[in-house]
């Protein structure tokens, strides 16, 4: 039955639904919120092909022409802005600079906007993704007017909900949730155990942290260490078989789901990186707890809310504890699948698209209220 749109939103992003952020907090509420007669149209800075390039060496010139065209292409649609009921934000809509097209999408089409955070993009943190120079560019201090130039901020979690209502703007926690009917149990055809992690070059070194554990464990039990996404060649961890796979959103699902344990290191480097780590969803828990995967995490940040440690999960503050965590999940198959199972069941009962698609819904329709 075709559901009658009564709420149009434009939906504005740095980045195509290649980076998770965009797929998993604006691209899949596309179709739930249809379903509410809500119209959610997405319109990226960078197009897939620009943001595969991006943080590639060289191709610069290449790089600046393909930011100029979007740059004149956000132009263009600020002209169009007019016929959308509300404005949607995720993050930023674009990767660098002031606000500057927040700002003219708000005066031209005199629309009320909904800012995302699913990060601490207010805290200046120098992230190894960017460089120093590049951290410099993202002006940080545009978070905090953004925020208050908003009717309502949808947050990732507790900690910038909180930070968002001290600026006086209406706050609304929405975790990072994946599509329980896509991340779910499988069958596993594992010879041997295979411990996983699923990352990028700029999170790497907090597996690293790990590794003489994992060295320790191999001298007991057999197992395969899988990294995807790290960026970086196989490290020859004595005894250990690793797997080191290039990130493919083709294969997204299946990396997760074909674990037997996961993990979740997370290294505090510096104040300034603390709190910019509280600002993190923890989804990487989320997707293991959908995915019906037992894992260890460090309980940093909301982390420490994430699931039921010792039934879902396994919280690790030190070396100790990661050791003794994971020889309990690799010596025991019937563990790992009752953990898995409460995992699973947790996330059905906190995690789904449906539950927090109506969380969404009910911020557009009071935004357009006013």
């Given at each position: 039955?075709?559901?009658?749109?009564?709420?149009?939103?434009?939906?504005?992003?740095?980045?195509?639904?290649?980076?998770?952020?965009?797929?998993?907090?604006?691209?899949?509420?596309?179709?739930?919120?249809?379903?509410?007669?809500?119209?959610?149209?997405?319109?990226?800075?960078?197009?897939?092909?620009?943001?595969?390039?991006?943080?590639?060496?060289?191709?610069?010139?290449?790089?600046?022409?393909?930011?100029?065209?979007?740059?004149?292409?956000?132009?263009?649609?600020?002209?169009?802005?007019?016929?959308?009921?509300?404005?949607?934000?995720?993050?930023?809509?674009?990767?660098?600079?002031?606000?500057?097209?927040?700002?003219?999408?708000?005066?031209?089409?005199?629309?009320?906007?909904?800012?995302?955070?699913?990060?601490?993009?207010?805290?200046?943190?120098?992230?190894?993704?960017?460089?120093?120079?590049?951290?410099?560019?993202?002006?940080?201090?545009?978070?905090?007017?953004?925020?208050?130039?908003?009717?309502?901020?949808?947050?990732?979690?507790?900690?910038?909900?909180?930070?968002?209502?001290?600026?006086?703007?209406?706050?609304?926690?929405?975790?990072?949730?994946?599509?329980?009917?896509?991340?779910?149990?499988?069958?596993?055809?594992?010879?041997?155990?295979?411990?996983?992690?699923?990352?990028?070059?700029?999170?790497?070194?907090?597996?690293?942290?790990?590794?003489?554990?994992?060295?320790?464990?191999?001298?007991?039990?057999?197992?395969?260490?899988?990294?995807?996404?790290?960026?970086?060649?196989?490290?020859?961890?004595?005894?250990?078989?690793?797997?080191?796979?290039?990130?493919?959103?083709?294969?997204?699902?299946?990396?997760?789901?074909?674990?037997?344990?996961?993990?979740?290191?997370?290294?505090?480097?510096?104040?300034?990186?603390?709190?910019?780590?509280?600002?993190?969803?923890?989804?990487?828990?989320?997707?293991?707890?959908?995915?019906?995967?037992?894992?260890?995490?460090?309980?940093?940040?909301?982390?420490?809310?994430?699931?039921?440690?010792?039934?879902?999960?396994?919280?690790?503050?030190?070396?100790?504890?990661?050791?003794?965590?994971?020889?309990?999940?690799?010596?025991?198959?019937e563990l790992r699948n009752k953990m898995g199972k409460s995992g699973r069941e947790h996330s059905l009962e906190n995690y789904t698209v449906?539950?927090?698609?109506?969380?969404?819904?009910?911020?557009?329709?009071?935004?357009?209220?006013?």
């Open positions: 039955m075709k559901t009658d749109i009564q709420i149009r939103v434009k939906a504005l992003a740095s980045y195509p639904k290649e980076a998770a952020a965009t797929r998993f907090r604006v691209e899949q509420f596309v179709g739930p919120l249809r379903e509410r007669g809500i119209e959610l149209e997405l319109s990226p800075f960078l197009s897939a092909e620009q943001f595969a390039e991006m943080y590639k060496p060289g191709g610069s010139l290449k790089k600046a022409a393909g930011i100029a065209r979007s740059f004149l292409r956000r132009l263009a649609e600020a002209a169009r802005v007019g016929k959308y009921d509300l404005l949607f934000v995720q993050r930023e809509a674009m990767f660098f600079g002031p606000e500057i097209f927040e700002w003219l999408f708000q005066i031209a089409g005199r629309v009320p906007m909904v800012l995302d955070l699913d990060d601490a993009t207010y805290v200046p943190y120098a992230s190894p993704t960017y460089g120093r120079l590049g951290s410099a560019l993202k002006f940080f201090g545009k978070t905090d007017r953004l925020i208050r130039r908003s009717a309502a901020v949808t947050c990732g979690n507790r900690f910038i909900a909180e930070y968002v209502s001290k600026l006086g703007t209406r706050a609304e926690v929405i975790p990072t949730v994946v599509d329980t009917g896509v991340f779910r149990p499988v069958e596993k055809d594992n010879n041997i155990p295979v411990v996983g992690w699923v990352g990028t070059h700029s999170t790497f070194p907090s597996l690293e942290s790990l590794l003489p554990v994992l060295e320790k464990l191999a001298a007991k039990h057999e197992f395969v260490l899988r990294v995807v996404g790290s960026g970086r060649d196989a490290k020859e961890i004595p005894g250990v078989r690793s797997e080191v796979l290039k990130w493919s959103l083709e294969r997204e699902v299946e990396d997760f789901c074909t674990l037997d344990v996961g993990l979740y290191p997370i290294v505090v480097s510096s104040s300034a990186n603390e709190e910019w780590l509280k600002g993190k969803s923890g989804f990487k828990a989320i997707q293991y707890l959908a995915a019906g995967v037992p894992f260890v995490m460090s309980p940093v940040g909301i982390c420490a809310e994430i699931g039921r440690p010792g039934e879902t999960h396994f919280n690790a503050e030190s070396a100790e504890d990661w050791y003794n965590s994971l020889d309990k999940l690799l010596g025991d198959a449906e539950k927090q698609a109506d969380k969404l819904a009910e911020v557009f329709r009071a935004a357009k209220l006013g």
